[in-house]
Nanobody, 122 residues
Framework: QLQLVESGGGLVQPGGSLRLSCAAS????????IAWFRQAPGKEREGVSC????????YYTDSVKGRFTISTDKAKNTAYLDMNSLKPEDTAVYYC???????????????WGQGTQVTVSS
C-alpha cells in the first residue's frame, strides 16, 4: 500500500524553526515529485513547495522563499521541509503529496499524507 506519513509539526515561537518529515512507504521517491501544501483555518489549501526527484528541481511559493527548504533523502525514502524564520501566518496543517507524473503545486497529486499541525505563536 502506497502511503505518505508526515511528522514534525508542533508549536513554535515566531522566528523559530521546524523540520517536517514525509516518510514514503510502498514506493520509492525516485522518479516522484514530492510537494508540501498547507491549509489554514478558513482558507483554501495552498501549495508551498515541490521537488522533482528526477532532476532535483525545486519550486517555492513567494511567501516562503528564502525561509523554507525542501529536500529528500532517498536512502531514508523521506522528504523534508525545513522551515526557518517562522511567522504566525505560517500556522496551518501541512500536507505532503506525491506524484509519479506531475510537477507543480496544483492539486494533481495521486498520494497524500494525513497532515501535521504547525502553530506559530508566542
Amino acid at each position: 500500500q502506497l502511503q505518505l506519513v508526515e511528522s514534525g509539526g508542533g508549536l513554535v515561537q515566531p522566528g523559530g524553526s521546524l523540520r517536517l518529515s514525509c516518510a514514503a512507504s510502498g514506493f520509492t521517491l525516485d522518479g516522484y515529485t514530492i510537494a508540501w501544501f498547507r491549509q489554514a483555518p478558513g482558507k483554501e489549501r495552498e501549495g508551498v513547495s515541490c521537488i522533482s526527484n528526477l532532476d532535483g528541481v525545486t519550486y517555492y511559493t513567494d511567501s516562503v522563499k528564502g525561509r523554507f527548504t525542501i529536500s529528500t533523502d532517498k536512502a531514508k525514502n523521506t522528504a523534508y521541509l525545513d522551515m526557518n524564520s517562522l511567522k504566525p501566518e505560517d500556522t496551518a496543517v501541512y500536507y505532503c503529496a506525491g506524484s509519479s507524473w506531475y510537477y507543480g503545486i496544483g492539486p494533481s497529486y495521486e498520494y497524500w499524507g494525513q497532515g501535521t499541525q504547525v502553530t506559530v505563536s508566542s
